[in-house]
């Protein structure tokens, strides 16, 4: 079990809990549910859950937890109302217009599904009321901000999850079980590939941080890997504040080659993860939850177009059959699970915490400082062009050396002809 542990019981903080500017006053404090774990002669009472947002995302939220065994959806806030519609009509479940109103009634825990600049301020004040919260992803809008929020629910021992429902596509468990069992080998190199077109709800952050916070958090997370190094390139095409497309290139502290290419800007939409080892490669779709494998040949070929044209290491296809469950769903089943036992399970059967959530925020906001800062390496030029040499590497009184061959390679004579010297071209 993780160290988190719920308490799940009431909405008024404990005597020991720190008191904040937003602790809730006794008209916000609601009624307090009983223990979440209390069995009365009918079983366990089911969990008060509330969502806060409503929008694109937060409907799938309300649509789950009208469903969900063991959880009773107690109300959603949105200012804006309801804006896709019905929800109270459908469900009878209110749709109230803030925050307050929903801990009025009294929740163990919370869906947050806001606009992620609002996650940090909303997560504040779930915890200081000692409820529980789910909050999408990513955890916050910066890495400061993601911290405060891992904090003021680990302080209070209540458990936070992230909304990385990647992690419970199918394809992806199934390929993260397979590597663990060791199917590949060695894994040399993940690749994600994550395009679509512009969501043009969302406003408030870029593409790093709205989409490729997925990668970050499934690369990881396939691999039982942490980032190491990474470098990157951003471009802003829509006329946003915000980049609306990043490529990634990094390794992982094993090693492994990674890589990432996320936007906003294709008509086509794809959710790629391709891992490369010794015995071949994985892809994994994320939109079909299609999970299939490219085996290396072991069976040499004696026809020499064939192995020039496609490589000698082609060998068997397999797409694997398996049970598909919704993501969602199972996001959901799992952190009702860890509210009712007070802390989640470590590994496959746990959910994504709070603490994972800070840690795929702060490298993504290592991509943007990389995308600002790094300069990169130059390729050197094309040997067949006329190089000029600097005058100031010059040796006192010698003439220019012929730094340019013709047909030379990008050995140490190419490389000194993009200006590292003379004195090195004729060493
Ligand atoms: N896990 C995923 O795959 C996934 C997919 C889409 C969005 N998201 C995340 O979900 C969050 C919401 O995204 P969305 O696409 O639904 O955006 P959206 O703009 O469609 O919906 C946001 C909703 O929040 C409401 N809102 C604004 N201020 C609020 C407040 N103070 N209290 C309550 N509600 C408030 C808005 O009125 C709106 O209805 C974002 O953090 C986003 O990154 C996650």
């Given at each position: 079990?993780?160290?988190?542990?719920?308490?799940?019981?009431?909405?008024?903080?404990?005597?020991?809990?720190?008191?904040?500017?937003?602790?809730?006053?006794?008209?916000?404090?609601?009624?307090?549910?009983?223990?979440?774990?209390?069995?009365?002669?009918?079983?366990?009472?089911?969990?008060?859950?509330?969502?806060?947002?409503?929008?694109?995302?937060?409907?799938?939220?309300?649509?789950?937890?009208?469903?969900?065994?063991?959880?009773?959806?107690?109300?959603?806030?949105?200012?804006?109302?309801?804006?896709?519609?019905?929800?109270?009509?459908?469900?009878?479940?209110?749709?109230?217009?803030?925050?307050?109103?929903?801990?009025?009634?009294?929740?163990?825990?919370?869906?947050?599904?806001?606009?992620?600049?609002?996650?940090?301020?909303?997560?504040?004040?779930?915890?200081?009321?000692?409820?529980?919260?789910?909050?999408?992803?990513?955890?916050?809008?910066?890495?400061?901000?993601?911290?405060?929020?891992?904090?003021?629910?680990?302080?209070?021992?209540?458990?936070?999850?992230?909304?990385h429902?990647e992690r419970?596509?199918?394809?992806l468990?199934?390929l993260r079980?397979?590597l663990?069992?060791?199917?590949?080998?060695?894994v040399?190199q993940v690749v994600t590939?994550r395009?679509?077109?512009?969501?043009?709800?969302?406003?408030?952050?870029?593409?790093?941080?709205?989409?490729a916070t997925h990668d970050i958090d499934l690369t990881s997370w396939i691999t039982g890997q942490a980032y190491a190094?990474l470098?990157?390139?951003?471009?802003?095409?829509?006329?946003?504040?915000?980049?609306?497309?990043?490529?990634v290139?990094g390794t992982l502290t094993d090693?492994t080659m990674v890589s990432h290419?996320v936007?906003?800007?294709?008509?086509?939409?794809?959710?790629?993860t391709a891992v490369?080892?010794?015995?071949?490669?994985?892809?994994a779709?994320?939109?079909?939850?299609?999970?299939?494998?490219?085996?290396?040949?072991?069976?040499?070929?004696?026809?020499?177009?064939?192995?020039?044209?496609?490589?000698?290491?082609?060998?068997?296809?397999?797409?694997?059959?398996?049970?598909?469950?919704?993501?969602?769903?199972?996001?959901?089943?799992?952190?009702?699970?860890?509210?009712?036992?007070?802390?989640?399970?470590?590994?496959?059967?746990?959910?994504?915490?709070?603490?994972?959530?800070?840690r795929t925020?702060?490298v993504s906001?290592?991509v943007?400082?990389?995308?600002?800062?790094?300069?990169?390496?130059?390729?050197?030029?094309?040997?067949?062009?006329?190089?000029?040499?600097?005058?100031?590497?010059?040796?006192?009184?010698?003439?220019?050396?012929?730094?340019?061959?013709?047909?030379?390679?990008?050995?140490?004579?190419?490389?000194?002809?993009?200006?590292?010297?003379?004195?090195?071209?004729?060493?």
């Amino acid at each position: 079990m993780t160290a988190t542990r719920a308490r799940t019981a009431t909405t008024a903080p404990t005597a020991n809990a720190p008191r904040t500017a937003d602790a809730p006053g006794p008209a916000e404090r609601g009624p307090a549910p009983a223990p979440a774990g209390e069995v009365s002669r009918g079983g366990p009472r089911p969990l008060r859950a509330g969502l806060i947002g409503l929008g694109a995302m937060g409907r799938n939220h309300a649509r789950i937890l009208a469903s969900l065994d063991g959880v009773e959806f107690v109300g959603a806030v949105d200012p804006a109302g309801d804006p896709h519609g019905s929800l109270h009509a459908r469900t009878g479940v209110p749709v109230l217009r803030d925050v307050a109103d929903l801990l009025a009634l009294g929740v163990d825990y919370a869906v947050v599904a806001c606009p992620t600049a609002l996650h940090e301020e909303i997560g504040l004040r779930l915890a200081a009321h000692d409820v529980c919260a789910l909050i999408e992803k990513p955890l916050a809008h910066s890495a400061r901000a993601a911290r405060r929020l891992v904090a003021a629910f680990e302080e209070r021992g209540l458990v936070a999850g992230v909304g990385h429902v990647e992690r419970f596509n199918p394809a992806l468990q199934q390929l993260r079980s397979r590597l663990e069992a060791g199917e590949l080998g060695e894994v040399f190199q993940v690749v994600t590939r994550r395009q679509g077109p512009f969501p043009h709800r969302i406003a408030d952050v870029g593409v790093v941080k709205d989409l490729a916070t997925h990668d970050i958090d499934l690369t990881s997370w396939i691999t039982g890997q942490a980032y190491a190094s990474l470098s990157a390139r951003t471009v802003s095409k829509s006329g946003r504040p915000h980049e609306d497309m990043v490529a990634v290139v990094g390794t992982l502290t094993d090693g492994t080659m990674v890589s990432h290419l996320v936007n906003w800007l294709s008509p086509l939409k794809e959710r790629f993860t391709a891992v490369t080892g010794e015995r071949g490669c994985f892809v994994a779709d994320t939109l079909t939850a299609d999970l299939t494998f490219h085996a290396n040949g072991a069976q040499a070929t004696e026809w020499e177009a064939l192995r020039a044209f496609r490589g000698v290491a082609e060998g068997d296809t397999v797409r694997y059959a398996f049970p598909k469950r919704e993501p969602l769903l199972v996001e959901h089943e799992r952190f009702r699970d860890a509210v009712r036992a007070g802390g989640a399970p470590d590994g496959d059967g746990g959910i994504v915490t709070a603490r994972e959530g800070l840690r795929t925020v702060e490298v993504s906001a290592a991509v943007l400082d990389a995308a600002r800062t790094t300069a990169g390496a130059r390729p050197a030029p094309d040997p067949a062009a006329p190089v000029t040499v600097p005058a100031t590497v010059l040796p006192t009184g010698s003439a220019p050396a012929p730094a340019h061959r013709a047909g030379a390679d990008t050995g140490p004579a190419a490389a000194t002809a993009t200006g590292t010297g003379v004195a090195e071209a004729t060493a």
